[in-house]
């Protein structure tokens, strides 16, 4: 808003002139005055509105702040939450009762009494491996249940049948337990490793950097 600009074709000691000037002056200021109150009162309603949204939706309002949700740039939105940190611990107390009920208490074998192939041990988490394994078998199964499908289901059986093949082997972990009893005789070793000299990752950065 401008100011009014002033007459200049007012003769200095013309009253009358003046007098007509002022009048047209107080006019003018109603009329904006007017104006501004008008404008006053639709502000107040687009703050209500405003405000009606915001308490509704937020996500409304930071739309209304931004003027585009895809590249809003308010500071004042809250943050998005950080991404869960995937889940790399052993919990013990969790993956017993996990075994007993999805392994131990619904599969079904012919377990031999003697030195036959077939191998279980009741005592399984005596053994690192299996611990490892069965560990690995119960990541598999959470993911499966999670993904609601049913070959994902039949994935994790097929990953379940390999998995068992290895520790009830005659040379896997459970060699020693028959009948599902715990052996106490170590009939397997640790496989071991020799860990190479300092020198072995030079001469295989050098060999790597000149592919």
Avoid at 115 to 142: N, Q, V, Y
Wanted: charged residues 30%.
């Amino acid at each position: 808003m401008t100011d009014p600009e002033p007459n200049d074709d007012i003769a200095p000691g013309d009253w009358a002139a003046v007098l007509a000037e002022l009048t047209r002056l107080r006019a003018d200021h109603r009329t904006l005055t007017a104006r501004l109150g008008g404008l006053d009162h639709r502000v107040e309603g687009i703050e209500i509105v405003f405000d009606e949204i915001e308490d509704a939706t937020p996500e409304a309002a930071d739309l209304l702040r931004s003027g585009d949700a895809a590249a809003s740039d308010d500071t004042s939105a809250p943050a998005p939450p950080e991404p869960e940190e995937p889940d790399t611990g052993l919990d013990m107390r969790e993956l017993i009762p996990w075994v007993r009920d999805h392994i131990a208490q619904l599969l079904e074998r012919r377990l031999p009494q003697n030195k036959g192939r077939l191998r279980w041990c009741r005592s399984w988490w005596l053994h690192p491996e299996a611990i490892a394994r069965f560990d690995a078998l119960r990541r598999s199964w959470t993911e499966a249940i999670a993904a609601g499908e049913g070959n994902a289901l039949a994935t994790y059986y097929d990953h379940l049948d390999r998995q068992l093949a290895t520790l009830m082997d005659e040379h896997g972990p459970f060699s020693a337990c028959e009948g599902g009893h715990h052996g106490t005789e170590r009939f397997v070793t640790k496989l071991g490793q020799l860990d190479p000299p300092p020198e072995y990752f030079f001469v295989l950065d050098e060999q790597l950097d000149q592919l």
